[in-house]
C-alpha cells in the first residue's frame, strides 16, 4: 500500500461522515482533527460529530477553528468560550484571502502572490507543530 511510504497520513472526508464513516477513521487513525468555522450552524454540527465519537468511545480528536473573522470581531474568542472543556489546539486559523487565491490557482498557500501568504503557510505548520507536540 502506498501510504507505508509515508510516515504522516491525511485523509480528507466529506463534510460530515456517517456514523460508519466514523467509527473506522476514529479506529485507523492517531488523531481526527475536527475543523469548523466559528459561526452558530457549523459549531452545532460539530457538536453532534463530537456527540457521536463521544458514544463511539473515541477521544483522539480535536477541533480546528478556522476561516476566524479578523479583529474586532469578538467571533473567534467567543466560539472558544462557547466550546470550554472541549479539546481544542491552541491556535486557530484566520480568514485570509491568500487561501481563496490558492484554491483557485491549485497552489500551497505558500505559494501565492498575497501579503499574507507566508503568515497563512505558518497558521498551519503552527497545527502541525501541536500535533505533533
Ligand atoms: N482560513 C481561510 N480563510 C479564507 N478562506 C478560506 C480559509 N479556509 C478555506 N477557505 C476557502 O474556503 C474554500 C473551501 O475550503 P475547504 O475546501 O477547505 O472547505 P471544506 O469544508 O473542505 O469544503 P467541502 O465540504 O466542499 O469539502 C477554499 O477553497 C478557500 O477558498
Ligand atoms: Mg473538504
Known amino acids: 500500500m502506498h501510504s507505508r ?3 504522516h497520513v491525511v485523509i480528507d472526508t ?25 459561526d452558530a450552524l457549523s459549531m452545532d454540527a460539530l457538536l453532534q460529530t463530537v456527540d457521536l465519537l463521544q ?10 477553528l478556522t476561516i476566524i473573522p479578523p479583529k474586532p470581531r ?3 474568542a467567543l466560539a472558544r468560550e462557547a466550546m470550554t472543556g472541549l479539546p481544542l489546539f491552541n491556535h486557530g486559523i484566520r480568514r485570509f484571502a491568500a487561501y ?34
Open 5 to 7: 511510504n509515508y510516515e
Open 74 to 76: 469578538k467571533t473567534g
Open 100 to 133: 481563496e487565491k490558492a484554491a483557485l490557482e491549485g497552489k500551497p498557500v505558500y505559494d501565492v502572490s498575497d501579503t499574507n501568504a507566508k503568515i497563512a503557510w505558518r497558521e498551519y505548520e503552527t497545527i502541525g507543530q501541536e500535533i505533533l507536540a
Open 55 to 64: 458514544t463511539l468511545g473515541s477521544d483522539r480528536y480535536r477541533i480546528l
Open 14 to 38: 466529506a463534510a460530515r461522515p456517517s456514523r460508519d464513516d466514523l467509527e473506522a477513521l476514529a479506529d485507523g487513525c492517531n488523531l481526527l482533527v475536527l475543523p469548523t468555522t466559528p
